[in-house]
């Protein structure tokens, strides 16, 4: 099975800082059709999942252009570039290329500094 | 607007039975895949169970194969996850979600315990 472990667990900031969140997969998240499917989320306090990138890089409706997606592989990163107090919470890196079986990493909470 | 609405959770004792629904309005039900996904509490997100848009494929997480069963009613858009023999470790917020992790409810909580 896939293993999708990001780094690092915590991440405190302060307002305006920008940040970085990794993702490593066990396994290449090459799909032999050529997509990437790995997909950043975000879950607010109190608060449902919501996506903020999707196919590595690609950003969702809606999602302010502070975030950012890059990577390819087994290795992605998501960034923030100044960071906003909506932005708190924790962030989830998922996989769809190894479907039927859909793997979540651990999460990444960031937190005020 | 795209709403998907979760019920049927609640308090149950282990080895007992529990049926989930996912009402969904917004979009064309019937044309998307399903997903239903956990939390336990204080807990990161676990993939549980997966159905096409047309029944047609169906796949489970091993933690819960042969224990519970996801189905869909497309003229109700409803999506439905059936829960039996029940554990502990099942105690859980139970969100639906698109396929594609583009949409998900609120989330309904189940706890297993005596």
């Known amino acids: 099975d896939v293993v999708l472990t990001q780094t690092p667990p915590t991440l405190s900031a302060t307002i305006g800082q920008s940040v970085s969140i990794s993702c490593r997969s066990s396994?290449?998240?090459?799909?032999?059709?050529?997509?990437?499917?790995l997909n950043w989320l975000l879950q607010r306090p109190g608060q449902p999942p919501q996506l903020l990138i999707y196919?590595?890089?690609r950003l969702e409706s809606g999602v302010p252009n502070r975030f950012s997606g890059s990577g390819s592989g087994t290795d992605f990163t998501l960034k923030i570039s100044g960071v906003e107090a909506e932005d708190l919470g924790v962030y989830y890196c998922v996989q769809s290329t190894h479907a039927p079986t859909w793997t979540f990493g651990g999460g990444t909470k960031l937190e005020l500094k | 607007e795209v709403q998907l609405v979760e019920s049927g959770g609640g308090l149950v004792q282990p080895g007992r039975s529990l049926k989930l629904s996912c009402v969904a309005s917004g979009f064309t039900f019937s044309n998307y895949g399903m997903n239903w996904i956990r939390q336990a509490p204080g807990k990161g997100l676990e993939w549980v169970a997966y159905?096409?848009?047309?029944?047609?494929?169906?796949y489970y997480a091993e933690t819960v194969k042969g224990r519970f069963t996801i189905s869909r009613d497309n003229a109700k858009n409803t999506l439905y996850l059936q829960m039996t023999s029940l554990r502990s470790e099942d105690t859980a917020l139970y969100y639906c979600a698109r396929l594609g992790f583009d949409y998900w409810g609120q989330g309904v909580m189940v706890t297993v315990s005596s």
């Open positions: 196919l590595v890089s």
């Open positions: 159905i096409s848009s047309g029944s047609s494929y169906i």
């Open positions: 396994q290449s998240l090459l799909h032999s059709n050529g997509n990437t499917y």
